[in-house]
């Protein structure tokens, strides 16, 4: 099940573990990325606060944990190849996965309807 | 993001591929007398040499052990006229505000009185030594204490600290006051609230003094949102960092509001003062309830920004925070009218003080420009700054309106700088085209993609130095692109032309720069 936050991020949940990364309107906006940082494995991470930064030809902007948890894993490739967040926003462009601390802090996220329709309304 | 000319890097292939000029390509590769400029490296041999150093004993015993260089290191040789002609050719490629317009929007890029320059070249100023003894640099003193007291009186503040070496330097100046005031009356607060609408240092500077920092957002209107701002205060805001005017190009009128419940709550009241140009002479932001405020030397008082020159970011403060003010600081003697510096031997004197920000007193050159342009426009003539840099951007705001977005249009007039956005573009074209269309007509352009609030945003600042007939000049040269961009004019997006080099590739530089020659 994949949802998204208002802040534009994206959220696929599998099993016990969420995969998190920006979405395609987000990176379209943002211009071409030159640079993410990623959070630290093992970090504590919460919901609506800065989770990552990611720095565009235009601006740095923040990645807020669209969930509480704790990171996982991040994704190394966007260290050597960051334009993958161009190319592959919603897949090879993921950012870190996480553990789902309160599942319920879910329920306030947008699906793929909602998102589509939050989207075209900016 | 467009994708960028492949052809930007070397000189011969632009003037071969686009013959604009309709004349023949030239063998050189030059244009009449704008010469064509290759790299030192293309230039230099490895036989000549510009300078004449003395025969060297390579026997000789050194205490370089096994540090001594082992091979050559790579540098070209050049005589001194090819040195010499390689940085004036390159600098006539090169734009500034001697050349023209510079509406670099939240960088007041004004005019540089000569006579400035002038004062600032005398050599009781420019040839002293920091170190020299304090009864031989009188003169220079007596400068640094004048500006400092124009510039109390200016934002009536009781006291000022002059070291600081730039605007955000001058931002960590007060947050450091803050926190020491915090931490002598054993208060030790976390929070710094910034917002939306605040210059983008201001939140590196509160993080950077080790507070947490967090956003209070913007009304639609464009101004801090004061509902928002007095339900986050409490005992763990140390303050919050207002720039006034804002960047949305508007005056903060609830800024009294706002620092009175800032102070009820225990905080302080830092202000942005980069954009102080704009109410010089007519608001005191003292009379805000301003505890800390910079002031660009470098902006406001005219001083080179952009033209070489250094930053100077003094630093106004409060009755509550000037015991804390950095070293060193000047004092004058009541009995003789001498000048004299409080450091950190002196102790009766020093106070509370949080330390020191530099080794010495600060940017003596910029001290001299801004009292210099202080004292040759007089009071009066400051307060008409003021009012010619907010005519000239009111009047670009309201003659661009009709076709270019102006999202805070309607909040009435702006201060000294105008900001759109790129909302009605069509076929993809984008505030960075616009920027780069600009380039072709003349014009450096103006600050683009700041401040975030706004979509594609595109910050004017005309300052007061320009004449009507510049500003309209500017103004059929911004109205002719953005009506190629409301209309979907593809070329636009290939834009610079006519400049040195075409689009750069921003993106590869930044992924994969070059920082070295290579070969």
């Known amino acids: ?122 | 993001m467009n994708a960028p000319n492949k052809s930007g890097w070397k000189p011969e292939m632009q003037a071969a591929e686009s013959g604009f000029l309709g004349g023949p390509v030239t063998s050189t590769g030059n244009r009449g007398l704008m010469l064509k400029e290759p790299l030192l490296f293309e230039i230099g041999r490895a036989d000549v040499t510009g300078v004449d150093l003395p025969e060297v004993d390579a026997s000789a015993p050194t205490r370089l052990g096994g540090l001594a260089r082992s091979e050559a290191i790579g540098l070209v040789g050049l005589t001194e006229p090819e040195t010499v002609r390689h940085y004036t050719r390159l600098s006539r490629q090169n734009y500034g505000i001697d050349l023209g317009f510079f509406p670099l929007g939240s960088c007041t890029m004004k005019h540089n009185p000569r006579l400035n320059e002038k004062m600032a070249r005398l050599p009781g100023f420019a040839d002293i030594h920091p170190l020299a003894p304090q009864n031989a640099v009188q003169g220079a003193l007596e400068v640094i204490h004048q500006l400092g007291e124009w510039l109390c009186t200016l934002t009536g503040m009781p006291a000022v600290a002059m070291s600081p070496k730039a605007g955000a330097h001058g931002e960590l100046c007060g947050i450091l006051a803050i926190r020491a005031a915090h931490e002598a009356r054993g208060d030790a607060r976390e929070v710094v609230l910034v917002p939306e609408s605040a210059h983008g240092t201001n939140p590196a500077t509160a993080a950077f003094a080790g507070y947490r920092v967090e956003d209070i957002p913007a009304t639609p209107e464009g101004r801090v949102d004061v509902a928002a701002l007095k339900a986050r205060l409490g005992p763990d805001v140390a303050g919050v960092m207002i720039t006034n005017p804002n960047t949305c190009g508007l005056f903060e009128k609830d800024f009294r509001e706002i620092a009175d419940a800032v102070h009820a709550a225990g905080g302080y009241v830092y202000c942005d003062g980069a954009n102080f140009n704009a109410i010089v002479g007519k608001v005191r932001p003292g009379d805000l309830g301003v505890d800390a405020m910079h002031i660009n030397l470098h902006k406001t008082f005219s001083t080179p920004h952009g033209g070489g020159g250094p930053g100077s970011g003094p630093v106004v403060l409060s009755e509550a925070l000037a015991p804390f003010a950095p070293l060193p600081f000047i004092r004058q003697n009541a009995s003789d009218g001498s000048f004299y510096l409080v450091e950190e031997e002196n102790r009766e004197e020093r106070g509370p003080s949080f330390g020191r920000m530099t080794a010495f007193h600060g940017q003596m050159g910029m001290f001299t420009r801004a009292l210099t342009y202080m004292l040759s426009h007089g009071a009066d003539g400051l307060k008409q700054v003021a009012e010619d840099a907010v005519l000239n951007a009111n009047y670009i705001l309201r003659s661009m309106e009709d076709i270019l977005h102006a999202p805070f249009g309607a909040s009435g007039p702006c201060m000294h700088e105008a900001l759109f956005g790129d909302k009605d573009f069509t076929n993809g074209l984008s505030t960075l085209d616009v920027a780069k269309g600009l380039i072709d007509e003349g014009y450096h352009p103006m600050t683009v993609y700041f401040p975030l609030v706004v979509h594609g945003a595109m910050l004017v600042e005309p300052t007061e130095t320009e004449s009507k007939a510049a500003i309209d000049q500017f103004i059929t040269a911004f109205r002719g692109v953005v009506e190629r961009a409301l209309e979907g004019d593809e070329a636009l997006k290939q834009a610079p032309y006519y400049s040195p080099r075409r689009r750069l590739d921003e993106t590869g530089a930044a992924r994969k720069p070059k920082l070295a020659y290579e070969g």
Request: zero cysteines; glycine letters at 10%; hydrophobic letters at 40%.
């Open chain 1, 1 to 122: 099940m994949r949802y998204y936050t208002d802040e534009h991020e994206w959220i696929e949940v599998e099993g016990d573990i969420a995969t998190v990364g920006i979405t395609d309107y987000a990176q379209g906006q943002l211009g071409d990325i030159v640079f993410v940082e990623l959070p630290e494995v093992g970090a504590m991470i919460e919901q609506g606060k800065d989770a990552a930064v990611v720095e565009s030809v235009k601006a740095a902007s923040d990645v807020y944990a669209p969930i509480t948890g704790e990171v996982t894993e991040t994704n190394s490739a966007l260290e050597e190849d960051p334009s993958l967040v161009n190319n592959a926003p919603e897949d090879g462009g993921w950012f870190f996965k996480m553990t789902i601390a309160a599942p319920a802090e879910l329920d306030k996220l947008m699906d793929e309807d909602g998102y589509k329709a939050f989207v075209e309304g900016l």
